[in-house]
Each structure stands twice: as C-alpha cells, then as structure tokens.
C-alpha cells in the first residue's frame, strides 16, 4: 500500500516499470508526444524529472497497460473485488455470514479519517503559473490538468460522506482565464458536481471545490469509478489503497492530506467562460464552448510534489487501460443493475461512448414459431438510461441462441448479427435526445439521436466476403471495398450539407436497387476515403460511429415507412465528415521530429522501439 504518489513510483522503477526521463522537456506538446509513443509501444511509466518552466516533476503512463495497473494494486485487488461482489449481491453475506467478516471489516476500514490541523505538515503555498502547465495538442486552448480529482460536497448535507469525487477536465491557461486567479471546469449537469452546483445556485451560495492532484493511484481511479449507489468514492479509495482517505480543511475547503496538489476555489452563480478547444478521447478535439468558471482560492503543493498526467486522444490510449481496470474491479455489476443482462461492451476503438455490443436474454418467445427481438428490446432501453451508458449513438444487441456469444470478439459479434438482423423489423431510432457532449456528429451540442440493432433468430442471408459487382458500378461513387463479411465503404464526394446529401443518398439508393437486391451486403458506409475506412477493422469502428449521427445519417435502399416504423433491404451510413463537425487530432510533425533525440542510443529512452 502507497502512502504517496512517489512510494508508487518508487515501487514501479525497482521492478523495472518505470524509466526516468533526465533531459528537460518541453510542456508544450513535447511531453505529451512522448507519452503517446511510449504508451504506443507499450512502454513503462515515465517520471519527468526536468520539466521546462517548472521545479516540479511530472509523471504519466501509470495505468500504461493492465499489467503494470494491477502490479500497483496487487495487494488489495481481491479485497476490492470481493466488496464489489457483496454490493452487487448482499444475500451472499446472508447466505455465508463468516467467510465475509474480512470484506466487511476492509470496507469499514477503509472510511475517510479526519486528521487534526489544517494543512499537511511542510505544505507550500504556490501559484497556477508554478504548476507543469502541459498542452497536449496543437489547437488546445491552453493547458489542462487530465488527472485531477475535483471535490465537492452537498450544499444541503455538508460532509464528506455526501461528497463527490470526479474526474472532470481543468484548464489552467489560456482563453480568457486570469492566470492565476481563475481556472475552468468541464463536466455535464447530470454529474455529481453538476447536482452539487446545482443546489448551491438555488440556495444563491457559490460552491466550494477542491482540485486534489497526484496522492496514491488508487484516489486518481476512484476518481473515475462507476460505483454502486451508497458507495463513497472516498470510502472506494481507501479500500482499493489498503489505507484510508486522510483529509482536514483549511477555510472551509477539504484538503487532501496525501495528495501532491490541493487547488481550491468557488464555483459562483452563472458564471462561466469559454472552455475549450480539448483534444479529447474520440480522436477530434473538443470545441470552445461556456463551462464554469472557477476563482481560485489558494493552491498548495508538499515538497518535492509529482504531477501525474495522462494523454487522451484517438483510442486506444491510456484510458482504454483505465477501462480494462475498471472491468476488472466492477465484475458482474451490471448484469445486477439490469436484469437479463449477460454482457455489455463499449468499443473503445470508436471512442467509447458511441458505440455499444450488448449480449441480452430472450426468454419472452419460447414457443412462437418465428424466433424475434421481444425481451431484448426491453434490456435495450435499460441500456440506454443507464449512467454513461446513456451516451451511446449505436447500440448493436442480441442473445445467445445455441451458440457462445463475445461482444469483445468484435468482428465475430457484429458478423453474428448482420447475418440474423431483419431489416424491416429489427431497427429502432430515438429522435431528437442527448449524446456526449464531446461528440459533434449531432445537431447541436449534447443534441442527437440514437439507433437499436436488435436482431434475433435464425439465419437470414450469407453475408457476402468480397464487393458485390454492383456496387463498382456507380456513378459518382467510387473505390468500393470490403470492410468485413457483409460491410462494404464506398467512396464519395466530399460532403456540403445534409439538402445535398439527402439527394446524393437518394440517388445512390436508387442506383443500387437497380442493380438487384444486394442480400448479401447489409451496411454500406459511405466516406472520404475507402481505402482508409476498409484498412484496419479499429479505423472502420472509428471512422463510421464517430462521424454519423443515426437519424440524420441512416439512410435504406428502398425504404419506406409502415405503421411508424423505419424499414430498408439495405442499409447505408453516411459516415462522411460533416462541415460542423471538429477537427481530428493530428500530431505537430516538428515536435514529433524534436522528440526524437529522446529515443537515441544513449539517451534516456534509448531502449525503446518506436
């Protein structure tokens, strides 16, 4: 168990999971290169010892891989899991009372101790400016903390067993933010904080928030779990950290007695300013939008403080291994939360939140003579109400029916349904509601739609392993190419407005139903680039689901409507990039070029292929 963020790191370089990174490096892009590279070629974690502008060191790539996040939790994983376990399903305490005395006393163990005093002893007094002020990518607004855990408790029931701790995106500088006296928050209203804020704004109070930075892991992933109702982030972090939450207050605000940075600061009434630009986790940066503003109170540091930082960008990325870990510690808690539920995937090569493979049961048609989407349907909307879950774009659904089923078998998953899917039956759109706000495929911000593929039942058709012949026949449509069984991306003309496109689809659509029904290819994508889009299974996951919006960008050959209800004999997406849509992330070549004199013979990442 780590007391402190450099106990950690200390443990992770004596096992050969950690390199120290000598040479000065630039905030400025540089070491965010360096991270995506390392973490690229599954590297170890990184200490930055001489960071530009700053007297304090930096670390990242902490949770790199499973391996090495595991490694760091190695002592309390199985407690952890087993009080997960107990939540999710408390008649197993009922059942076996004394074999579970040991979860009971680690979970009671674990709660939040509050210590004497003020401050931790030795606390420094800084400024914002101090910090390792990192921009990761070149249109960024400014710098931005990628690790923090922001506090706050409830204006209504003070305290910290009604506190949350999220994981919410700061930015330091930059825009219109007063160095040093303001810094901006970037999190959605439904969010614990936004509930908190909330509160305080009917109340006419400004909330107060701590920023805690670095202190052991396992405060940074609490930060980012999805636990179960009841349970405190706090109370999860010292159960996961084998040591309890120290903390004290200081006029006011909650200190974190173990972490390496405290920022405080109040959150007033209507004030926000313009957040933004963020290359974020969907592989395209977040746009400038209002977000609230924070006036800082006071910022404190510990001597000889580490700041932890991760990069997010096109998956995978380090967070793609935060989610692996997270899987690992919540098990089966989501089959408890929904009943009928036996597997639930978020496809991280689509960014997560757009993109979800569920395994349902079907139990509601046993003696039916057509086998159909019925209980499935009902598991769907449970789906899509459902946390994070809820942001989802494309929910692709199913139950096991005389075969195994693993929606991480991605290719076979998809394939499975694409050849049971019944066109005219089995697609289900939700109009006019809320995606993530970091996705710009919708209408507006936070505005979009959402589309269930449930499909159920036997086989209906051959999905087809080559080009149809008739799709290398249109005009105006070009560089035909199959993507997987049953999906082939066509290329066309860069895109203009959805006037255009809705013509250019009609005519595309009719053009196919001439060449005769096409059975055997049920999704068409249409795109910039085919040869791109068919390249690798992640750029097709990536390309499609990032950049379409389902009620605007689905479109059938021969479809019609029947009693409400959307049909086609084949589908096509239009997953070309919509003028309002963000830009993707793309590296600054010159910095790419700079870094390199890391990687040589003799320098401190010389031992690693890139």
């Given at each position: 168990?780590?007391?402190?963020?450099e106990?950690?790191?200390?443990d992770l370089?004596?096992?050969?999971?950690?390199?120290r990174?000598?040479?000065?490096?630039?905030?400025?892009?540089?070491?965010?290169?360096?991270h995506?590279?390392v973490y690229?070629?599954g590297?170890?974690?990184?200490l930055?010892?001489?960071v530009?502008?700053?007297?304090?060191?930096?670390v990242s790539?902490?949770?790199?891989?499973l391996?090495?996040?595991?490694?760091?939790?190695?002592?309390t994983?199985?407690?952890?899991?087993?009080?997960?376990?107990?939540?999710?399903d408390?008649t197993?305490?009922l059942?076996?009372?004394?074999k579970?005395?040991?979860?009971?006393?680690?979970?009671?163990k674990?709660l939040?101790?509050?210590?004497s005093?003020?401050?931790?002893?030795?606390?420094?007094e800084?400024?914002i400016a101090?910090?390792p002020l990192i921009?990761?990518w070149p249109?960024d607004?400014?710098?931005f903390i990628t690790?923090p855990?922001?506090?706050?408790?409830?204006?209504?029931?003070?305290?910290?067993?009604?506190?949350?701790?999220?994981?919410y995106r700061?930015?330091l500088?930059?825009?219109d933010?007063?160095m040093?006296?303001?810094i901006?928050?970037h999190?959605?209203?439904?969010?614990?904080?936004?509930?908190h804020q909330?509160k305080?704004?009917?109340?006419g109070k400004?909330?107060k928030?701590?920023?805690?930075?670095?202190g052991?892991?396992?405060?940074?992933?609490?930060?980012?779990?999805?636990?179960p109702e009841?349970?405190?982030?706090?109370t999860f972090?010292?159960l996961?950290?084998?040591?309890?939450f120290r903390?004290s207050?200081?006029?006011?605000?909650?200190i974190?007695?173990?972490?390496?940075?405290?920022?405080?600061g109040?959150?007033?009434?209507?004030?926000?300013?313009?957040?933004g630009p963020f290359?974020?986790?969907?592989?395209?940066?977040?746009?400038?939008h209002?977000?609230?503003?924070?006036k800082?109170?006071?910022?404190?540091a510990?001597?000889?403080?580490i700041?932890?930082?991760?990069?997010?960008g096109?998956p995978?990325?380090?967070?793609?291994?935060?989610?692996?870990?997270?899987?690992e510690?919540?098990g089966?808690s989501?089959?408890?939360e929904?009943p009928?539920v036996?597997?639930?995937?978020?496809v991280?090569?689509?960014?997560?939140?757009?993109?979800l493979?569920?395994?349902g049961?079907?139990?509601y048609?046993?003696?039916?003579?057509?086998?159909?989407?019925t209980?499935i349907?009902?598991?769907a909307?449970?789906?899509?109400?459902t946390?994070?879950?809820?942001?989802?774009k494309?929910?692709?659904?199913t139950a096991?029916?005389?075969?195994?089923?693993?929606t991480?078998?991605?290719?076979g998953?998809?394939?499975?349904?694409?050849?049971?899917?019944?066109?005219?039956?089995?697609?289900?759109?939700?109009?006019?509601?809320?995606?993530?706000?970091?996705d710009y495929?919708?209408?507006?911000?936070?505005?979009?739609s959402?589309?269930?593929?449930a499909?159920?039942?036997?086989v209906?058709?051959?999905l087809?392993?080559?080009v149809?012949?008739?799709?290398?026949e249109?005009?105006?449509?070009?560089?035909?190419?199959?993507?997987m069984?049953?999906?082939?991306?066509?290329?066309?003309?860069?895109?203009?407005?959805?006037?255009?496109?809705?013509?250019?689809?009609?005519?595309?659509s009719?053009?196919i139903?001439t060449?005769?029904?096409?059975?055997?290819c049920?999704?068409?994508?249409?795109?910039d680039?085919?040869?791109?889009?068919?390249?690798?299974?992640?750029?097709?996951?990536?390309?499609?689901?990032?950049?379409s919006n389902p009620a605007?960008?689905?479109?059938?050959?021969?479809?019609?409507?029947?009693?409400k209800?959307?049909?086609?004999?084949?589908l096509?997406?239009?997953?070309?990039?919509?003028?309002h849509?963000?830009p993707?992330?793309?590296?600054d070549p010159?910095?790419?070029?700079?870094?390199?004199?890391l990687?040589?013979?003799?320098?401190?990442?010389?031992?690693?292929?890139?």
């Amino acid at each position: 168990m780590y007391r402190h963020l450099e106990d950690c790191i200390i443990d992770l370089e004596k096992h050969g999971h950690l390199i120290r990174i000598n040479e000065e490096v630039d905030p400025y892009l540089e070491m965010a290169a360096i991270h995506m590279k390392v973490y690229a070629a599954g590297g170890p974690a990184l200490l930055f010892e001489n960071v530009k502008g700053s007297k304090f060191r930096a670390v990242s790539n902490l949770f790199g891989t499973l391996e090495r996040s595991k490694f760091i939790f190695r002592s309390t994983l199985d407690a952890v899991q087993n009080v997960m376990a107990l939540r999710n399903d408390p008649t197993k305490a009922l059942k076996n009372p004394f074999k579970h005395i040991s979860t009971g006393l680690a979970a009671w163990k674990a709660l939040p101790m509050k210590k004497s005093g003020s401050l931790p002893a030795a606390a420094q007094e800084i400024s914002i400016a101090d910090l390792p002020l990192i921009q990761h990518w070149p249109m960024d607004g400014g710098a931005f903390i990628t690790l923090p855990q922001v506090y706050s408790e409830d204006p209504e029931k003070p305290g910290i067993m009604n506190s949350n701790l999220g994981m919410y995106r700061i930015q330091l500088s930059g825009n219109d933010y007063e160095m040093n006296q303001e810094i901006g928050l970037h999190y959605q209203i439904h969010r614990g904080i936004g509930v908190h804020q909330d509160k305080a704004i009917k109340q006419g109070k400004p909330l107060k928030v701590s920023c805690f930075v670095g202190g052991p892991p396992a405060h940074t992933l609490s930060a980012v779990m999805p636990l179960p109702e009841g349970m405190s982030e706090l109370t999860f972090a010292g159960l996961l950290g084998g040591r309890r939450f120290r903390h004290s207050y200081m006029d006011g605000f909650c200190i974190s007695n173990d972490a390496d940075f405290v920022i405080t600061g109040e959150i007033h009434p209507g004030e926000t300013k313009p957040e933004g630009p963020f290359g974020d986790h969907l592989g395209y940066y977040s746009l400038t939008h209002p977000f609230p503003v924070m006036k800082v109170h006071k910022v404190y540091a510990k001597p000889n403080a580490i700041w932890p930082f991760t990069v997010v960008g096109r998956p995978p990325q380090e967070d793609t291994s935060f989610g692996e870990l997270i899987h690992e510690l919540t098990g089966d808690s989501l089959k408890k939360e929904i009943p009928g539920v036996k597997e639930v995937h978020a496809v991280d090569a689509a960014g997560v939140h757009p993109l979800l493979f569920a395994i349902g049961s079907e139990r509601y048609t046993p003696y039916q003579p057509v086998k159909q989407p019925t209980e499935i349907l009902t598991i769907a909307n449970r789906i899509l109400g459902t946390g994070q879950l809820s942001l989802a774009k494309y929910l692709f659904i199913t139950a096991e029916d005389k075969q195994p089923l693993d929606t991480h078998d991605e290719v076979g998953f998809l394939t499975y349904i694409l050849a049971r899917i019944d066109l005219q039956r089995d697609i289900h759109f939700q109009t006019n509601t809320t995606i993530d706000t970091l996705d710009y495929s919708g209408t507006g911000l936070n505005q979009g739609s959402k589309v269930v593929f449930a499909a159920y039942g036997d086989v209906l058709r051959e999905l087809c392993t080559e080009v149809p012949e008739g799709l290398n026949e249109l005009r105006g449509f070009e560089n035909a190419r199959l993507v997987m069984p049953g999906v082939v991306a066509i290329q066309g003309a860069a895109f203009t407005s959805y006037t255009e496109a809705q013509e250019e689809l009609q005519g595309l659509s009719e053009a196919i139903h001439t060449k005769g029904v096409l059975t055997a290819c049920p999704m068409i994508i249409l795109c910039d680039d085919s040869s791109f889009m068919s390249a690798t299974i992640p750029n097709f996951f990536w390309a499609t689901f990032t950049r379409s919006n389902p009620a605007n960008d689905i479109y059938g050959v021969n479809s019609y409507y029947a009693h409400k209800h959307w049909a086609c004999d084949n589908l096509i997406i239009d997953a070309r990039i919509k003028p309002h849509q963000a830009p993707p992330l793309i590296p600054d070549p010159t910095v790419e070029k700079k870094i390199e004199r890391l990687f040589v013979s003799g320098a401190s990442l010389g031992g690693i292929k890139i």
